[in-house]
């Protein structure tokens, strides 16, 4: 089986190598024979990577520790639902997780649209079949998970050979969540593939108008969406399983998967100014480019071992490789844009400072600041090395300074850009829009303030929140009340059957107000609380409105882990509220302990206790225990994010009437509006309807 | 001396009794006791200068990533501060009682460990870049979109009658029945 699977990422190497020369022969020679065959190719390399990825779960699941890679990370005890995730825990294993989802991507992509857009997927085929090239070679030659044991005999000929048991899953990984997040944030990564390929493809082939745009839209939503999910669900694991009360330590990896976000979801608004009016298509095709360099920057981090991070479990090096990639990836893109700069012209031109293009611009550019310090921060201990030669550190102090500021700003505009008008927006509008929000959020302030709320950046963050939420509440009132009076219905029916007309706008919305509900979950971190003490059999401690009394200690075992329990009751006001079991479990096949959080959650705030062992000076049981104020409202933001994102992805259900922009494109020509549309407004088709 | 009204009297007998009263003596005494028994701290509770400092200097376990004030050691036997970590944080703590300032304690660290101690960057030399570039690029670009912003209203060129001379009629009319077996 081991052979088979080597075998089928050989092949799959080979056909990707096809796809992507036949490929190129294809649209040289423009015979369609052979562009058929290329992509016909890129969607058989899914197959054999699949087949490879089947027959490396084959040997998690028999136990086969004749494969290093499964010595490494699985044991006989590990049960069935943690062998399936240890496909993930090494780099051999995730490389070839990497092939398998971008070979799905690939797939999706090329077989929904075999019969469209002819002039345009063979450019995509051949800049997917590139990428693929690149980890199938890493796959094969660099870290192939199929490499077996050996060992000489007696004759001292080496031959193949097998542990009775492995070394186990590290115990970090052994989590729920850890099943799901790395899929998740791999998802995201490669799932930005798509739109650079498309990107790179259209400006290779100078594919007229705005179309890839079109056409990337929704694999750019679901990669960011997974993107944000895998984030989402990394800070609940550190959260639940790190034991230390906090979610977010902007360690290096962390800040990896965040800087491809951040710029993707840049793309997500400035794309609109290109749809909507023609403009920022440099900045467009760039955004799509850098989001992918990121990508590959984030799995580089991870895997190079290049900075510290508590990721430390996934490192190796083959750092140059990426670094070589990445190289050739920023080339080509130059290359790419210079040779065809005079097509990324911009159709119009701003009208007005005060106006939603203008909002996009720095939203996009607060963005790009943002992720710059991140990715500033995360890469300076390298530089720091590099220039005077000794490291220094950047821990969460440096990036929590640097980034809230602009967090704040990002925030504003947040509330800001969908109250301005396209093209300019007057003054009235102005006063219209704003004077409630804004009063309201003073308000809210204020009121904070008198009630003790006195940490500055928290209240900052509550005022704009507020502000933000009664945009977007303002929003769909205004819409509802317009359409309720239109077709004689009530409001809340109205605001359903307006969310539907349109719902990537609407649907928009709801990630806003996702987004806020996140900030005010990390504003809810200033006034966390902590105290550690030691607590034998009938003591108590006390954090916040909690009494927490110990009432046992006790041991369990079975094959895989050995674990000490405390037991403690929470008590409020004096009344028992709860139990709460904090673990430690030891693994003995990798000779690691882990802790176990137990939590009491509300929606106001988290109890957080972590059952820290045995005091080494005395032997006395630790009780570490955290209050931190509104953590549910991260978890409950990041789930009305992926509503929002859902909604935004479903078709309108009736045609949105969208006010007439200034001029049309008919087949790659501006013409003036009049000329190709005799009305003053324009009935969109659903899918594209946005505003 | 302060002399009281009858009214002060009795309000002060008052305040005196439900403060040093039977009940609430035995209340404090309670308190008191149980304070005792109750819980002892993990480890020497510590001033808060020196908790702000022992959030400044990183764990130098080698197994950790965290600040020595705040040493969780995931993975490790007991999930406190570790060794390392106390004996950094008893440091700090002599130091202090050495008054010391709190400069000299963090340059102390840096000359024991290295400057990879410091949690931070210190805004000093090639490092005090790490501060000044994250709040400098910003800047830069939001003038460079102001910039952009101008320019574009200031030029604003008739566009309408500008076409790509690359974009052929024969590959516009391909594009064209491109889009349409699209939408079908």
Not at chain 1, 217 to 246: E, P
Not at chain 1, 353 to 369: C, G, I, K, M
Not at chain 1, 465 to 481: D, K, Q
Not at chain 1, 586 to 613: C, K, M, N, Q
Request: proline share 4%; glycine share 8%.
């Amino acid at each position: 089986m081991d052979i088979a699977g080597s075998f089928a990422l050989l092949l799959a190497l080979i056909v990707a190598a096809y796809a992507f020369c036949a490929g190129i022969a294809g649209i040289i020679t423009r015979r369609t024979l052979l562009t058929k065959s290329a992509l016909n190719a890129g969607m058989a390399v899914f197959f054999l990577v699949t087949f490879a990825v089947g027959a490396l779960e084959y040997f998690f699941f028999t136990d086969d520790f004749s494969l290093a890679y499964v010595a490494e990370h699985s044991n006989r005890a590990l049960p069935l639902f943690y062998k399936f995730a240890a496909l993930w825990a090494g780099q051999e294993g995730s490389l070839l997780w990497w092939s398998w989802l971008l070979s799905t991507f690939a797939f999706l992509v090329l077989f929904i649209n075999r019969k469209k857009h002819p002039e345009l997927m063979p450019y995509v085929g051949v800049v997917v079949a590139g990428v693929q090239i690149f980890f199938l070679t890493l796959n094969n030659f660099v870290s192939n998970a199929f490499n077996v044991l050996g060992a000489p005999d007696a004759n001292g000929v080496l031959r193949v050979a097998s542990l009775s048991d492995g070394r186990g899953l590290t115990p970090l990984l052994q989590y729920p969540e850890m099943v799901i997040h790395p899929p998740m944030l791999y998802l995201g990564y490669t799932g930005f593939t798509i739109p650079f390929a498309f990107a790179l493809a259209a400006l290779l082939g100078r594919y007229p108008g705005e179309k890839w745009i079109h056409i990337t839209r929704r694999w750019t939503m679901i990669a960011w969406c997974f993107q944000t999910v895998g984030i989402l669900l990394g800070m609940h694991w550190a959260y639940a399983m790190l034991g230390w009360g906090g979610y977010w330590e902007w360690d290096p990896v962390e800040n990896a998967s965040l800087l491809p976000w951040i710029t993707g979801t840049a793309f997500l608004h400035s794309v609109m100014m290109q749809e909507k009016r023609g403009m920022m298509k440099v900045w467009n095709v760039w955004l799509v480019f850098t989001t992918f360099m990121l990508c590959i920057l984030g799995t580089l981090l991870t895997r190079s071992g290049m900075v510290n991070s508590v990721h430390a479990f996934a490192q190796s090096s083959i750092g140059g490789w990426f670094v070589s990639f990445l190289a050739i990836v920023l080339m080509i893109c130059f290359l790419a844009y210079w040779k065809n700069r005079d097509y990324l012209r911009s159709d119009n031109q701003l009208d007005s400072l005060v106006s939603r293009e203008s909002s996009f611009l720095f939203n996009n550019l607060v963005l790009l600041a943002g992720c710059f310090a991140v990715l500033w921060g995360t890469l300076f201990p390298i530089l720091s090395e590099w220039v005077v030669g000794s490291k220094v550190s950047v821990g969460a102090p440096f990036f929590n300074k640097v980034n809230v500021p602009i967090a704040m700003f990002l925030l504003f505009l947040t509330g800001v850009g969908p109250l301005l008008a396209w093209r300019k927006t007057s003054l009235d509008a102005l006063k219209r829009n704003f004077a409630w929000p804004l009063a309201g959020g003073l308000l809210s302030g204020v009121v904070a303030f008198i009630f003790g709320f006195h940490e500055f950046y928290a209240l900052v963050c509550l005022i704009l929140s507020v502000f933000v939420v009664l945009t977007i509440f303002a929003e769909f009132f205004r819409g509802a009340r317009v359409l309720a009076a239109r077709e004689n219905t009530n409001l809340l029916t109205a605001v359903g059957s307006l969310t539907m007309r349109n719902t990537r706008r609407y649907g928009g919305y709801v990630v806003h107000f996702g987004i806020v509900l996140i900030f005010i979950g990390i504003a809810g971190s200033a006034f966390n609380k902590d105290t550690q003490a030691e607590l034998n059999v009938g003591q108590s401690l006390r954090i916040g409105p909690y009494t927490i009394l110990c009432q046992n200690f006790d041991s369990t075992a079975n094959d895989n882990y050995q674990s000490a329990r405390a037991t403690l009751e929470v008590f409020s006001n004096g009344k028992s509220e709860m139990m709460l079991y904090p673990e430690r479990r030891f693994f003995p096949a990798s000779g690691e302990t882990e802790t176990i959080v137990a939590t009491r959650s509300s929606a106001l705030r988290d109890l957080y206790v972590v059952y820290a062992g045995r005091s080494p000076e005395d032997g006395n049981p630790v009780i570490h225990a955290y209050l931190n104020p509104l953590v549910k409202c991260i978890w409950f933001g990041g789930l009305v994010v992926v509503l929002g994102t859902g909604l935004a992805l479903v078709p309108n259900r009736r045609p949105a009437i969208v006010l007439s922009p200034v001029t049309d494109r008919v087949w790659g020509e501006t013409v003036p509006r009049s000329a190709a549309a005799p009305a003053v407004g324009a009935i969109q088709r659903g899918a594209d309807a946005h505003d | 001396m302060i002399r009281l009204s009858p009214k002060g009297k009795l309000y002060a007998a008052r305040a005196y009794r439900s403060i040093f009263g039977r009940g609430c003596l035995i209340f404090f005494a309670l308190v008191i006791v149980l304070a005792m028994f109750a819980v002892s701290p993990a480890f020497a509770q510590q001033t808060e200068r020196a908790k702000a400092l022992g959030m400044r200097v990183k764990c130098m376990c080698g197994g950790c990533n965290d600040p020595a004030g705040a040493c969780f050691h995931s993975g490790g036997e007991f999930s406190g501060p570790c060794a390392t970590a106390k004996v950094m944080l008893k440091k700090i703590d002599d130091r202090i009682a050495h008054g010391k300032s709190d400069d000299r304690i963090l340059k102390e660290f840096v000359q024991e460990y290295g400057p990879t101690v410091l949690v931070d960057p210190p805004a000093a030399g090639f490092d005090w870049t790490a501060w000044i570039v994250p709040i400098v690029v910003p800047i830069i670009a939001i003038f460079g979109g102001w910039m952009i912003v101008r320019r574009w209203r200031q030029e604003a060129p008739d566009l309408s009658a500008q076409t790509d001379a690359s974009v052929t009629r024969d590959l516009l009319a391909r594009v064209q029945h491109d889009v349409e077996k699209s939408e079908l």
